[in-house]
């Protein structure tokens, strides 16, 4: 089996529809892939409704955590969607999004660099607005070179000089709220240095003893020394190791199962769950 936990469409920051996400997965020779949108499940009923037959998909969000005043996000899987504790957190981190991209914008005006909100909401089209739509708007003005240029300290980076806060949630807080809904949790890209600074160790300690599920290991930002000392830790925290993408389309260079999870974390997961269940294709449109 390919499985690959971690996917943006549209409805966030991917440049695919999640139809078209789910038909790429299938074309790419996945069995299992993960929707799992910033801080939103608005693109799971498109993606069921053209599930193709022989691959399963596995509902879930990325959530926008902060931990002493370090950004981190937590892979949220099989979580109910209708939990009203977790929805209104999730809404309340949605809402503060067009305000906060704004604010990046002043501060790249202040720069000198051109870019407006109109061109911002035209790149970001239906999906929730993030820094990867100023990212890209910034690639547009030939600002910089790639998205992920944008990510430093001179332009978008957590600290950078056009950065701006955003509510986030506290990701012991989210943690419960993910658990309460029946879900489980894993600490998306832990040691992803390049997009600034990451929680020590410790801190994944805490979040273990406190429930956490998982930390995603295999990922295009960690190096292979860096996957090795994740992998020494997770066994070391009792903690289950996944893989994946972070597919965003055209937004990213990764490509859809470039990295993946083992079978049997795959099937604890699903063991562990009781918000949600996989939905196995039954052949889409």
């Known amino acids: 089996m390919r499985i690959d936990l971690h996917t943006h469409s549209t409805a966030s920051d991917g440049t695919d529809t999640p139809a078209d996400l789910v038909r790429k ?7 299992v892939v993960a929707l799992t949108d910033h801080d939103t499940t608005r693109g799971h009923a498109e993606a069921l409704s053209v599930l193709p037959a022989g691959l399963t998909l596995v509902t879930g969000g990325e959530l926008s955590c902060r931990l002493d005043g370090i950004g981190m996000h937590m892979l949220a899987y ?21 305000p906060r991209a704004k604010g990046m914008i002043a501060k790249l005006n202040a720069l000198g660099v051109p870019v407006t909100w109109e061109q911002v909401a035209r790149i970001a089209g239906d999906g929730s607005v993030g820094r990867p ?3 890209s708007a910034l690639v547009e003005l030939g600002v910089v070179p790639t998205v992920s240029d944008a990510f430093t300290q001179e332009w978008l980076a957590d600290g950078g000089r056009a950065y701006m806060e955003k509510h986030e949630t506290d990701p012991f807080e989210a943690l419960r709220l993910v658990k309460d809904a ?18 020590p160790e410790s801190a994944i300690a805490a ?10 290991v295999d990922h ?7 996957r090795a000392r994740l ?4 066994k070391e ?3 289950l190791v996944t893989g994946s993408s972070d597919y965003h389309g055209s937004r990213k260079t990764c490509v859809l199962g470039e990295f993946t999870t083992d079978p049997e974390v795959y099937g604890e997961i699903t063991r562990r769950a009781t918000g949600a269940f996989p939905v196995p294709g039954a052949g889409g449109v």
């Open 207 to 216: 979040l273990a003893e406190a429930g956490l599920d998982g930390i995603e």
């Open 182 to 199: 029946g879900g489980v949790a894993v600490f998306a890209h832990p040691a992803a240095s390049k997009r600034g600074r990451t929680v």
């Open 231 to 234: 992998r020494g830790l997770a």
């Open 78 to 98: 099989l979580f109910d969607p209708d939990d009203p504790a977790l929805l209104a957190e999730r809404e309340l981190v949605r809402d503060d999004r067009a």
């Open 220 to 226: 295009m930002d960690h190096e292979p020394d860096t």
């Open 133 to 135: 739509h100023v990212a």
């Open 25 to 31: 997965a299938a074309a790419a020779g996945l069995d």
């Open 237 to 239: 925290l009792g903690l």
